[in-house]
């Protein structure tokens, strides 16, 4: 029977975070992958399936770099965006953001391929000789001893770990398999995805267009005219324009984007997927933590799910690395507690925030929508709270202490 200090489930972004954080303290890491993982080739569609885009803020590009694989991800597949700009269509709400007007040095973001960047994770995890990929295998079974949990996979293999990590997403098997309670709510909203070529260069700003009832958010790529879009949609009408010819998406998404970059065209095929928010009362257990989506999932209005995640990685990271350090039990659940305090409160503040926007930005109620111009208006015109917005939003009022050192 193989025994891991650590057992990761799930090899995407996060979980891979978590092993490259781990390396050369002397623990063993297993990753166990329900997929099997391997760079994608080049797809020759004339339409390409659209790339997942998410926003990076400068937390999560400080972990990046702890990592040591941040140059990478800034060479091959990150943009950085330097203003933002927020509206409410039709009305006279509206936010801009403006590093040099904030004296803030550094960029407002990144812009960053998830597959990319999830692909340069994976190549850094291969160099080393402690972390151990498992693919197209699924945990299957779990019991517990005093000193260790002992795992049945699903191709039949056992072995025994001193710290179970459930990094396996939103519908995470481990975190129904202990029936962690958990709060579920479902946003009645679809994300429709795609790339886009637009008439005139975004000029690495970053769009968010508030309707009535859908939020469009426009990402800039490195190419001048391409972004990526997330639409936020009642199922019906993500359906709709997921299916509509190109000719009348076109129309469509010009005019709710208010034309602010002339036409628009689609450049990549539309993938649309549903949005369900998720909360775990606790993240750790007796050699069990979750992180990332299995811990919690985010409505994309306010762009921070995946540094949410990091940030999640980050803390886990420091934790282990300081039990490791002092020669404790790294999966007693007594030591995972400063994880578990730390995580939830900065996840608690992030979903309570979205949910609010969410409550306030959705709908056509009038005095809805005259409580949201006023906020946009009055955040616009105050400096001090714009400046407040954009640290939360750049992920420092919150990060772990040992990657502010850095």
């Not at 890491?29 to 390409?48: G, S, Y």
């Not at 597959?115 to 994770?121: A, N, V």
């Not at 459930?166 to 309670?181: C, E, V």
């Not at 509509?244 to 469509?252: G, P, Y």
Request: one cysteine or more; aromatic letters at 8%.
């Amino acid at each position: 029977m193989k025994h891991y200090d650590i057992v990761i489930s799930g090899g995407g972004i996060i979980g891979l975070a978590i092993a490259c954080g781990l390396q050369n303290i002397g623990l063993h890491i297993l990753i166990v992958e329900r997929k099997q993982l391997k760079l994608p080739l080049k797809n020759k569609m004339p339409l390409p399936d659209p790339e997942r885009f998410s926003a990076l803020n400068i937390a999560s590009k400080y972990f990046f770099q702890n990592l040591g694989i941040w140059q990478q991800i800034l060479d091959l597949c990150a943009n950085e965006f330097n203003g933002v700009e927020v509206w409410d269509i039709d009305s006279f709400g509206k936010i801009h953001f403006n590093p040099k007007q904030q004296s803030i040095q550094e960029p407002l973001g990144y812009i960053v391929s998830n597959q990319k960047c999830h692909d340069i994770l994976l190549q850094h995890t291969q160099v080393f000789g402690d972390v151990t990929i498992c693919t197209s295998a699924t945990l299957q079974n779990i019991s517990f001893k005093k000193n260790n949990a002992i795992i049945i996979l699903d191709n039949g293999n056992t072995l025994t770990t001193r710290l179970i990590i459930a990094a396996d997403g939103t519908h995470s098997w481990l975190r129904q398999y202990f029936k962690i309670p958990s709060s579920f709510w479902k946003y009645r909203h679809h994300a429709l995805v795609a790339t886009i070529r637009t008439e005139k260069p975004h000029q690495e700003i970053a769009y968010q267009v508030f309707h009535s009832n859908s939020i469009l958010a426009v990402l800039p790529l490195s190419n001048p005219y391409l972004s990526s879009i997330v639409w936020s949609l009642p199922p019906e009408q993500a359906c709709f324009f997921q299916q509509a010819s190109e000719i009348l998406f076109n129309q469509h998404l010009s005019i709710h984007f208010d034309l602010c970059l002339g036409v628009c065209q689609l450049v990549s095929k539309r993938q649309t997927l549903p949005l369900t928010g998720c909360y775990a009362h606790h993240l750790v257990a007796h050699r069990l933590t979750l992180v990332g989506d299995a811990a919690h999932t985010i409505h994309p209005l306010i762009g921070q799910g995946l540094n949410i995640g990091l940030m999640d990685a980050a803390e886990l990271v420091g934790t282990i690395r300081r039990i490791q350090n002092q020669g404790g039990d790294i999966g007693q659940y007594d030591n995972l507690r400063s994880y578990e305090r730390s995580r939830k409160y900065s996840s608690f503040l992030a979903l309570t925030g979205a949910q609010g926007f969410y409550i306030i930005f959705n709908g056509n109620n009038i005095g809805k929508k005259l409580l949201r111009n006023s906020l946009l208006k009055l955040t616009n015109h105050i400096p001090a709270v714009k400046s407040c917005l954009l640290q939360h939003a750049q992920g420092i009022i919150n990060i772990p202490p040992w990657l502010s050192r850095l």
